[in-house]
């Protein structure tokens, strides 16, 4: 029986710490990089199967609030080099290995 319960404290503890967002870099301001960490977060939560529409889902909303050219790419195992706007970048990531890079560019 106590083998049952410390799975279950491991379980808990593994979900609890890859479902908290990482945020690997960023140099928004901080109301703008909380807002934008909360919206990834719920875009990958709503479309945790689709990567595409939730890259869709969070370049929308990033381009109604904070004005045209953001770009979005969530995945794993990718790499990246971009040209961005100072202080509106944001490197996350989510769920353990989901990576999610926004950024603007005009």
């Given amino acids: 029986m106590a083998g049952t319960g410390e799975g279950k ?3 808990a503890d ?6 908290f967002p990482l945020i690997r ?7 703008m990089r909380v807002e ?3 919206l990834c977060v719920t875009a990958c939560e709503k479309f945790a199967t689709n990567n595409e529409s ?7 909303s990033m381009d109604k609030k904070f ?15 971009v040209t961005h706007e ?5 490197y996350m ?6 990576a999610v890079c926004v950024w603007k560019c005009s």
């Fill in 9 to 11: 404290k491991e379980e």
């Fill in 14 to 19: 593994y979900k609890r710490l890859n479902s």
């Fill in 25 to 31: 870099h960023t140099d928004m301001p901080e109301e």
């Fill in 36 to 38: 934008t960490m909360e």
């Fill in 54 to 60: 939730a890259a869709k889902m969070i370049k929308e």
């Fill in 67 to 81: 004005g045209s050219s953001w770009h979005v790419v969530i995945g794993e195992g990718f790499g990246f080099e």
């Fill in 86 to 90: 100072v202080k509106n970048l944001l």
């Fill in 93 to 98: 990531f989510f769920g353990g290995s989901l």
